[in-house]
Structures are given as C-alpha cells and as structure tokens.
C-alpha cells in the first residue's frame, strides 16, 4: 500500500509519495495523473504498481504498446511509431488518454497503423491536432467517431450543403442523404486538402459542438454520428479553430443528440438513443428537396437567385457537404 501526504501552497498542491520498498517521489499538481493518483490513494485501496504507472505515463504507455505491436518503440523519453515520435498534440492525447483511465490500447495501435496508410503527413498531422482539440473517440477497428450537423426533410438527414458525392457508390447530386448504415464518399482529389478555408468542397464532419452549433442554423435539424478511417483524413480547415474536418469517406452511424465519452473503445461504439420525435401531428411542415444542381452548366459557376445555401454570414454560395 502506497503512503501520501498532500500538501499546498501558491503554487499548488503537492503530493508526496511514500512506497513499501523504501522509495518517495512527489508529484505536482500541474502532472497530468495527479488527480487520479489522488483518488486512487484515497479510495484506500491503491497498490505500489498502480501508482507508479500513474506516475510514469509515457514509460508505461510505451510498455502496454509495444506488447501489442512490435512497431512501437520507446527510447525513455519518447514513444516512437515506425521509428517516428508521438510528441506533440498525439503525445499529449495518449498520456491524456492513460491518466483518464484508458488501458488498453488495442484501439490505439490499429488506429496508428490506419494513420500511416494516409497518403498525405500533412493530412495527418491535421489529424492528429483536430483529436486534440476536439471529441476523441477511437472504435474497436481504429476508426474515428465523429459527429456530422444535418438537416431534414420528410424525415431523411440531408446534408446542409449541396454538391457531388456518391452514397453506396450511386452517384447523388444536390443534398446528399445520410441514412444511418450507408457509406458517403467523394474522389479524395476533389476534396479540398488546404488547412486554411471555412467552407470549401469535400465531406465535412466535426466535434460534437461543433455539429450542434452548425446544425441549428437550419431549422428541423440532428446530428448524426459517423465513423473514418483515419486513411480518409483530408484537411483540418485552421479557420474552424481545427474543430472541423474534410474527408472523403465515412460511414453514417445514426443519429444522436448525446455526446461520447472521448475513450478508447473495446466494443462497437453504440449510437446514443435520441430524443423521441414530434408526432406528425405536431412537426413543422417541411418542403421536398431534390438532389440537383445548382451550377451553370456552361460555366460551373453558381446561379444567382437560385435555392444554394450560403454562408449566413458573408453571402456567397458554399461547396462543402
């Protein structure tokens, strides 16, 4: 059984460490385990070997890793993936992800090999800084969860935008349905791969708020959960404070008023059930879109006064779905 003796001051509180061979260590409250060394030690039930994984993340991070996959490697300092490090905004998830309570990194693994198959390092480096700052969710496959804003009509989920992408591999233009079970893609070269860029052409999926906020700009609206390989990461616009992504695949889940846990998660993830529907009686009527154009055939531009959606703000016509 671990001793401890917690103390504070200006700078915070401190904790000092006292294990059965005779070691002490003290940890500041500014380390990323602290509290959940605290409440191990004052649950009272806390062994010496749990505390000191708690207190050495990366090394034991590294260790629970490198079990699952001879690709990972650890120098005492840094994790390596293939030789290259998991610093920087993925370093600081992982050892998130530890002190949280997440053990099992099978999840983790799968997803790193998933992310190396991305024909693009500064797709992946978007990739790794949008899980940063958004809903970090990892499915069994390695797969990320995210969230979409869509709006509906006669019950469907459409997407807000409209453009060209294919659904089960039929070609669909206009606003593109996002019926749960079905499959959303677009050629990864018409997909705008630039950091930089509000709205512009490709799927876009984004972290729980920032569906919600997107989609209540359209009245009878949801947000539907997806899932993509990390292989599909495309572009993490910066102008979205990297809480948006384009893609150009993903598989619609179902649809979702709740938020995930940000977790590594062993078994399928499992769509939270909505909130219960207004009954036809009482649902705001809704008017029929059909997937179309909206360009000039001749010049691909835009039509002035037709019904694309724009930006609320600016007024110009938006691409992205």
Known sequence: MTFFNLTADSKGRTLALFFEN??????????????????????????????????????????????????????GKDIYFDGDPLAGELGEVIKSLFAEGNTDFGPLVKFLEKAKT??????????YRWIKNG?????????????????????????????????????????IPNKPGTVITMPRSTVDDGSHGYCATGLHVGTHAFAKGFATQYGDSRVVLVKFNPRDMV??????????????????????????????????VKVPAAPEKLSSKDAPKQTTVTAQSYRDPKTGQFVKGGNAPRDPKTGRFLKGI
């Open 22 to 75: 005779g070691d002490s260590e003290t940890i500041p409250e500014t380390h990323i385990s602290f509290q959940a060394i605290l409440d191990k030690l004052l649950a009272g039930t806390a062994k010496d070997e749990e505390i000191r994984e708690l207190t050495r993340v990366l090394e034991t991070v590294a260790t629970k890793m490198s079990a699952l996959s001879e690709r990972v490697s650890v120098d």
């Open 118 to 127: 991305n024909p693009s390092l500064e797709s992946v480096d978007g990739l």
């Open 135 to 175: 809903d970090l969710v990892i499915d069994p496959e390695g797969d990320i969860i995210a969230y979409k804003g869509v709006k509906v009509v006669d019950g469907v989920s459409y997407s807000t935008r409209s453009g060209m992408a294919f659904v089960d591999g039929e070609k669909v233009e206009g606003f």
């Open 235 to 268: 572009a993490v616009p910066k102008d979205a404070s990297s809480q948006k992504a384009r893609v150009c695949r993903y598989v619609v889940l179902g649809e979702t008023e709740a938020r995930l846990a940000s977790a590594l998660y062993k078994e399928p």
